[in-house]
């Protein structure tokens, strides 16, 4: 798409996709990351490249899952309270011991957790049905419950050449001890994309020029840093590009500045208005319009493309609409499922959970809605509660949200206590199951 700046979306007829029809076509055709070794104490939220193998048996051997004593079970088969088995204790072994010395019909050895089981015994008595030694070298087993029990086999854990991690799976806090039993103090991780993210608009004021703000002379530049935080925690390098006004060299130089980024998101001039340049700049650059708008409320004016670049890239290019609940509603849904595969993981959706209705919620049929809503997880099963008014410009309900709502396009909205399907984000993740849901007061 090129041309003169307004000559050719002045004309553009909107595509109104469904959201299902549009995460395929942002997401197909995704190139597979490269690869780079990361310190894996460095890497948690990174993806893995490359799929990994044992190269060590762990357990390397079987080993006590109890402080206690290794015994024949054959030896305590009747062993109780009233009727004790006594044994000799011919030995002590701790975790870093090697265990050599058989144990005969008889004996016991005095044996710590994770220290090596003895050669013939195949029980540990754990310490606590016995009477710890009151007779020196001696033990009164006083139960049979761990006949057979409390050893851990060897290999249980992972085998020479068991494949332990796939490529794609994102690292978090169990795969750090899971790397480092696998030896690793580093891994090759998928390389993090760079997102260049563009504010746009006159009206909109940074912190340092808040005054504005207060006397009502300008709006708060809220969603550019909020989704720098999105595009982190998305597991990508964000790169705020700060505000470009209204005015078609401010917006197109600033596109220029980003063209080394792997992914570009604009926010604001996403509909067809007088002052809506975005577009009209990206139709200069050549730009290739894949589709625009799509039947999501809020966020419809959702655009998405490529800009050629040098050396035939193509770079991929989201237009978001400008309220902050639309920027935040179209990242979640369609932004961060491209960036995620992007950066080489696996999963690339949000995690839905099955919630009940607290109340009515309005959401005429013919969009898909995406409420904002606070979830109680002390009710079976959780509910969920609107964190307040529903408007596009708002973003204190943002905050207040564990996840989005999502009201199918051919429901006419939800019912007191009706089943509905609640998208979790960053904060439902979080904040655990049992928090009581709140309202803006």
Request: aromatic residues 4%; proline residues 8%; negative net charge.
């Given at each position: 798409?090129?041309?003169?700046?307004?000559?050719?979306?002045?004309?553009?007829?909107?595509?109104?996709?469904?959201?299902?029809?549009?995460?395929?076509?942002?997401?197909?055709?995704?190139?597979?990351?490269?690869?780079?070794?990361?310190?894996?104490?460095?890497?948690?939220?990174?993806?893995?490249?490359?799929?990994?193998?044992?190269?060590?048996?762990?357990?390397?051997?079987?080993?006590?899952?109890?402080?206690?004593?290794?015994?024949?079970?054959?030896?305590?088969?009747?062993?109780?309270?009233?009727?004790?088995?006594?044994?000799?204790?011919?030995?002590?072994?701790?975790?870093?011991?090697?265990?050599?010395?058989?144990?005969?019909?008889?004996?016991?050895?005095?044996?710590?957790?994770?220290?090596?089981?003895?050669?013939?015994?195949?029980?540990?008595?754990?310490?606590?049905?016995?009477?710890?030694?009151?007779?020196?070298?001696?033990?009164?087993?006083?139960?049979?419950?761990?006949?057979?029990?409390?050893?851990?086999?060897?290999?249980?854990?992972?085998?020479?050449?068991?494949?332990?991690?796939?490529?794609?799976?994102?690292?978090?806090?169990?795969?750090?001890?899971?790397?480092?039993?696998?030896?690793?103090?580093?891994?090759?991780?998928?390389?993090?994309?760079?997102?260049?993210?563009?504010?746009?608009?006159?009206?909109?004021?940074?912190?340092?020029?808040?005054?504005?703000v207060r006397s009502g002379a300008g709006t708060?530049?809220?969603?550019?840093?909020?989704?720098?935080?999105?595009?982190?925690?998305?597991?990508?390098?964000?790169?705020?590009?700060?505000?470009?006004?209204?005015?078609?060299?401010?917006?197109?130089?600033?596109?220029?500045?980003?063209?080394?980024?792997?992914?570009?998101?604009?926010?604001?001039?996403?509909?067809?208005?007088?002052?809506?340049?975005?577009?009209?700049?990206?139709?200069?650059?050549?730009?290739?319009?894949?589709?625009?708008?799509?039947?999501?409320?809020?966020?419809?004016?959702?655009?998405?493309?490529?800009?050629?670049?040098?050396?035939?890239?193509?770079?991929?290019?989201?237009?978001?609409?400008?309220?902050?609940?639309?920027?935040?509603?179209?990242?979640?849904?369609?932004?961060?499922?491209?960036?995620?595969?992007?950066?080489?993981h696996e999963r690339a959706h949000r995690p839905?959970?099955?919630?009940?209705?607290?109340?009515?919620?309005?959401?005429?049929?013919?969009?898909?809605?995406?409420?904002?809503?606070?979830?109680?997880?002390?009710?079976?099963?959780?509910?969920?509660?609107?964190?307040?008014?529903?408007?596009?410009?708002?973003?204190?309900?943002?905050?207040?949200?564990?996840?989005?709502?999502?009201?199918?396009?051919?429901?006419?909205?939800?019912?007191?206590?009706?089943?509905?399907?609640?998208?979790?984000?960053?904060?439902?993740?979080?904040?655990?199951?049992?928090?009581?849901?709140?309202?803006?007061?």
């Amino acid at each position: 798409m090129s041309g003169e700046a307004g000559s050719d979306f002045e004309v553009l007829e909107p595509d109104w996709l469904d959201a299902r029809q549009a995460q395929i076509r942002i997401l197909s055709g995704i190139p597979t990351p490269s690869a780079e070794e990361v310190p894996t104490l460095e890497a948690v939220g990174r993806a893995i490249a490359h799929d990994l193998a044992a190269t060590a048996t762990l357990p390397a051997r079987d080993n006590s899952a109890m402080d206690g004593y290794a015994v024949h079970g054959r030896d305590i088969a009747a062993a109780s309270a009233a009727n004790p088995v006594r044994l000799q204790v011919t030995g002590r072994l701790a975790a870093e011991d090697q265990a050599e010395a058989l144990v005969e019909p008889g004996t016991a050895v005095r044996i710590m957790t994770g220290a090596p089981v003895p050669p013939g015994a195949d029980s540990v008595v754990r310490v606590e049905d016995t009477d710890a030694e009151e007779e020196p070298g001696f033990v009164q087993v006083l139960g049979n419950r761990d006949r057979g029990r409390n050893i851990r086999p060897a290999g249980e854990d992972m085998r020479v050449g068991d494949a332990v991690l796939r490529a794609g799976e994102s690292i978090h806090t169990g795969t750090v001890g899971v790397l480092y039993a696998l030896g690793m103090a580093t891994v090759p991780c998928a390389r993090r994309p760079t997102v260049a993210i563009l504010s746009t608009g006159h009206e909109l004021r940074p912190p340092e020029r808040y005054d504005d703000v207060r006397s009502g002379a300008g709006t708060p530049e809220s969603n550019g840093p909020m989704l720098a935080a999105a595009v982190s925690e998305a597991g990508c390098l964000p790169r705020y590009l700060g505000i470009a006004g209204d005015d078609v060299k401010d917006i197109r130089a600033h596109l220029e500045d980003a063209s080394d980024a792997d992914v570009i998101i604009t926010l604001g001039g996403a509909s067809m208005g007088e002052a809506d340049l975005v577009k009209r700049v990206l139709a200069q650059m050549s730009f290739e319009l894949d589709f625009w708008r799509v039947r999501v409320r809020p966020g419809s004016p959702i655009s998405f493309g490529h800009l050629p670049r040098t050396g035939g890239a193509l770079q991929p290019v989201f237009g978001l609409p400008g309220n902050p609940a639309s920027a935040f509603v179209t990242f979640e849904l369609f932004v961060r499922p491209f960036l995620r595969l992007l950066a080489g993981h696996e999963r690339a959706h949000r995690p839905l959970v099955r919630c009940v209705a607290g109340e009515a919620l309005h959401a005429p049929s013919g969009l898909l809605h995406a409420l904002r809503v606070r979830i109680d997880g002390t009710t079976s099963p959780p509910t969920a509660l609107p964190t307040g008014p529903q408007g596009s410009g708002l973003v204190r309900s943002m905050s207040l949200a564990d996840g989005l709502a999502l009201i199918p396009e051919d429901a006419d909205g939800a019912t007191a206590g009706q089943v509905i399907d609640v998208m979790l984000t960053s904060a439902g993740l979080n904040a655990g199951d049992s928090r009581p849901p709140s309202r803006p007061t």
